[in-house]
């Protein structure tokens, strides 16, 4: 071959070699990132609406969202099959980190939320206190007209064990107190909206951030549930939305995490219906 054609085909080897690793570098060759997410039912709908807007301005990063209950975010986070783990309810780290001996678990408060008391719409009972409703569930009274409704027996619905939104109610209105066995059982916040609009009689809790029409929300000792009661404290029947990671949050965790707190994604939390931990402007 001729020296000076096989000077060019070098050189035209090495432009080529040049152009392919700028490419690369610039993620033109990168693999999409893949960030799994798995835990709280209350706060799957909010993460699930900031992981499909992030996917949005980050096409490259793949985000898996499941429930399972809060417990299950946990259990998947310790043990690696999610990459963050969503959880409703004030987490102390000796439980996080219980029979556990990885990474110390690291905690990040995205929001708030108000666990709201529901109610059949039909119902004309419109307000309870703290105790008549921590009576109701550990089922001491038993029907409507001791607390100013109908002569009609109380239907109580709960949250599944390991739901974080159970672990707040029984830590706020319950003292650590039992639920009564008679309660039926839900494992979602729709699911509990669902049972408590099909039933006139019925009464349940769940998410401020997940309430819908079809069900009528009881004031608590005198105080509406809202996104303002929430934020200024007057509603004080409420717990975060947390999100878990196994040590401290790297890489695109990171990155999602830290828009998450962004105003941006605190704006988008505000839309969904929970209360902002940071500015949303």
């Not at 000076?4 to 033109?28: D, E, N, T, W």
């Not at 709201?116 to 703290?130: C, D, F, G, Y």
């Not at 009689?201 to 951030?209: K, P, Q, R, T, V």
């Amino acid at each position: 071959m001729d020296f000076k054609l096989s000077y060019i085909i070098g050189i035209i080897v090495v432009i080529v070699v040049i152009i392919v690793a700028a490419a690369a570098y610039a993620g033109v060759f990168t693999k999409p990132s893949k960030i799994t997410i798995a835990g709280s039912t209350s706060v799957q709908p909010v993460i699930t609406t900031l992981a499909a807007q992030y996917h949005k301005e980050n096409p490259k990063v793949n985000i898996t969202v499941s429930g399972g209950g809060s417990a299950v975010g946990l259990t998947d986070v310790q043990q690696g099959t999610a990459n963050i783990g969503t959880y409703s309810s004030k987490l102390s780290n000796s439980t996080a980190n219980a029979n556990y001996t990885g990474p110390p678990i690291t905690q990040y408060q995205i929001a708030n939320d108000g666990i709201v008391i529901v109610v059949n719409p039909s119902n004309n009972v419109s307000a309870l206190n703290s105790s008549q409703i921590a009576a109701i569930f550990a089922g001491n009274i038993t029907t409507w007209n001791e607390v100013g409704g109908n002569s009609s027996k109380i239907d109580v619905y709960t949250r599944e064990a390991g739901s974080g939104t159970r672990s707040a109610f029984t830590s706020l209105i319950m003292n650590g107190g039992n639920i009564t066995s008679s309660a039926v059982v839900q494992s979602s916040s729709n699911a509990i909206f669902q049972a408590v609009a099909g039933d006139p009689n019925g009464i349940g809790y769940d998410s401020l951030a997940s309430l819908t029409s079809i069900v009528k929300a009881l004031q608590v000792n005198g105080v509406a549930p809202s996104q303002a009661t929430v934020a200024s404290g007057a509603y004080t029947t409420q717990r975060p939305f947390l999100l878990l990671t196994k040590g401290n949050a790297t890489g695109q965790t990171q990155a999602f995490i830290n828009w998450i707190l962004s105003p941006e994604g605190q704006k988008i939390i505000q839309q969904s219906g929970a209360v902002p931990v940071g500015p949303t402007s």
